[in-house]
């Protein structure tokens, strides 16, 4: 069998790996209340308006465009959207395998050679792409707060502590974003002169922080419509606020170790709109829908549009200095 056949295989085991843990869990908490609250939330997701899964997929899909989008203002140059949003599928693929986004970083990396970018440029630039993603968050995350407040569900939004959460996860971003500096310094140089070739290209820029807003966005838009599907959960009226859990429920998911944030994820938002004041019943199904449609459904699609992360070409690779070739060997192994 071929290696991209076994590097497939492995993908599929992880993510079967990935369900049975859920349901692993699920069994172990099968007693007493816990019991009674996973039998009820299996009733309330089967009795959910399961009409919004087709909204909640389409969010899904614009999700990918979007990230497709910033890739491409990141690397300045034109490439197919449609191609480029069937890799962001395969990075989130690898994410279920890897976390912390260093699957996408391959991906990205691997797809960026692809397209003919040089092999060390197109790490730094899926680095930096990342972390612009990061900033991006923060930025549309200060904006949100105010929007929800706006709406009316004051009250709701002050059992999140919103100013000091905004404080607990700026101080986690700057302390990693120091941490990773200062053990990567010698491989900082690449980054670094990516980042000032964006700052001539103040359109690219501007491009890629607007698309990578727009990728968590979508996100929780789906949440919430996920949660509005679960009869009786939540109101219409709580949609802000459940936009800002999402937000918060993300980003604490992100920041305990595992492939994609699995089970940490899942109860960072459980308990943040139990903070909130909704069921634990509602709470779980609306999760357990949103996480199925959006964490679990892209795998397949993922794995089927591997092949447009195509490697690098023979006359490209041959072509780069001796440093940039194992770069380009070290990507397409890491993808």
Not at 38 to 65: E, Q
Not at 108 to 135: F, H, K, W
Not at 192 to 208: H, T
Request: glycine content about 12%.
């Amino acid at each position: 069998m071929n290696v991209c056949g076994d590097r497939r295989i492995r993908a599929v085991a992880w993510a079967l790996a990935g369900i049975l843990v859920v349901v692993g869990v699920g069994v172990m908490l099968a007693g007493g209340d816990a019991a009674a609250t996973v039998s009820g939330a299996a009733r309330a997701a089967a009795d959910a308006h399961w009409a919004v899964v087709p909204a909640v997929t389409a969010l899904v899909v614009a999700h990918f465009w979007f990230a497709a989008v910033a890739l491409r203002g990141a690397a300045g140059k034109p490439m197919p959207l449609l191609h480029a949003t069937m890799a962001q599928f395969t990075g989130a693929t690898a994410n279920r395998i890897t976390g912390g986004g260093l699957g996408t970083v391959a991906v990205n990396a691997r797809y960026l050679t692809g397209r003919g970018v040089p092999a060390s440029e197109a790490v730094a630039v899926a680095g930096v792409l990342q972390v612009g993603g990061a900033v991006a968050d923060l930025i549309l995350f200060a904006i949100v707060v105010p929007v929800a407040l706006a709406t009316g569900d004051r009250a709701l939004l002050s059992e999140v502590h919103i100013s000091r959460t905004m404080l607990v996860i700026a101080g986690v971003a700057v302390l990693a974003a120091a941490v990773a500096a200062w053990f990567l310094r010698d491989r900082m140089r690449g980054p670094i002169e990516v980042c000032a070739r964006m700052l001539r290209r103040p359109g690219d820029m501007l491009v890629m922080m607007a698309a990578s807003a727009a990728t968590t966005l979508m996100m929780a838009v789906a949440f919430a419509v996920s949660m509005l599907a679960v009869p009786g959960a939540v109101t219409p009226a709580q949609f802000g606020t459940l936009i800002v859990v999402y937000m918060i429920g993300a980003a604490a998911g992100g920041v305990v170790p595992g492939p994609g944030g699995l089970g940490s994820t899942e109860a960072a938002l459980v308990a943040l709109l139990a903070a909130i004041g909704v069921g634990t019943v509602g709470a779980l199904s609306g999760v357990l829908i949103f996480r199925a449609i959006s964490h679990w459904a892209p795998v397949p699609i993922g794995l089927l549009a591997a092949g447009t992360v195509r490697k690098p070409k023979t006359a490209t690779v041959a072509a780069l200095p001796v440093r940039e070739k194992q770069d380009a060997v070290v990507v397409a192994q890491a993808a």
